[in-house]
């Protein structure tokens, strides 16, 4: 490794001179300094960051754990956090928990070892003890699932109110029997998007058949198994909601083997606008998340926490934000009476 000797020896100068020189001290003069920056790049120099760290006793690191990046959802979020942080001189570092509470623990561990200044954090189900005891010697921020046993800052979706939205719409068009395939609901948001398909079929009268929700369909493949085990149920629905992102994907997979007619048999309203939603079949109706705009805010709050000591909330919980999704309404919903001519009529 290139080291500050090096430079010294290549320019003819004393290692206390380029190392001032590198700290932009005023007292090297400014063409030395621009010397010295210009012969440190041509020889690959790269400062000693532990050294550095116990000097300014920061490490410049923030630390994302995330459940999934083959999510648009995640990968989005991931990538808005990234350049939040960047122009701000901070460098992620990635983690995927794969929604795994052990190696969730590990990647915290790992983290707070390599003393990262930050946190922006994704909880899995159900957090080890010792994760959430790391996690509160850190600055951290929550996003998108809260953590009941860690009141900290939390940035997300209404979640509850997208899928309220989601149903009525349908329940607008002039359908009552309408299925759900969610997440689960041990994870906040799975919980909260259920409590929101309830609240919509439950004040408009109609009826709520236990046999039409499915709350696994978490990801590509059980979405796809949850839209299959619909399709085989003995009194099929006109309409399904689905409140996952890669449900959704595998929803709509399941709906082209399948064979079936979209929306003339089956009306359906997803999860995330993804540029392909617009693209699919007759165009799908789905929520639209201000996933970006969530996580720059995330990465917002906790870089002014990081300049600041935090204020505890006297009630337990820190600051709760959460934005509102958006409908957006194309071809894959219709009225149910246009089912009637649908059995004989070719997919999508």
Known sequence: ???????????????????????????????????????????????????????????????????DVLNDFYSTAAHAISQSFDEAGYQVVLCISDDKPEMEMRQVRSLAEARV????????SKPLAQTLIWLQSIAHVQLIRKCESLKSDWFGIDDSAATRMATQHLLDLGHSRIAYLGGPKALSTGLARLQGYMQAMESSGAPVDPSLIFCEAIDTFHGQQAMTALLSHPQLPTAVVVSTARGTEGALEALRLQGISVPERLSVVGFNDSPAMAWWGPGLSTLRLPVGEVACASASHLLRSLSQVPAKSPTGWGLV????????????????????????????
């Open 1 to 67: 490794m290139v080291t500050i000797k090096h430079i010294a020896q290549h320019l003819g100068v004393a290692a206390s001179t380029v190392a001032r020189a590198l700290k932009q001290d005023p007292r090297i003069s400014a063409s030395m300094r621009a010397k010295v920056e210009q012969t440190a790049q041509e020889l690959g120099y790269v400062a000693h960051s532990a050294a550095r760290q116990m000097r300014s006793q920061r490490s410049r690191l923030i630390g994302l754990v995330i459940p």
């Open 117 to 124: 200044d930050g946190i922006v954090w994704v909880a899995t």
């Open 321 to 348: 934000s959460q934005y509102p999704p958006t409908l957006v309404v194309r071809g894959s919903t219709a009225p149910p009476t246009a089912h009637k001519h649908a059995r004989n009529r070719k997919p999508v």
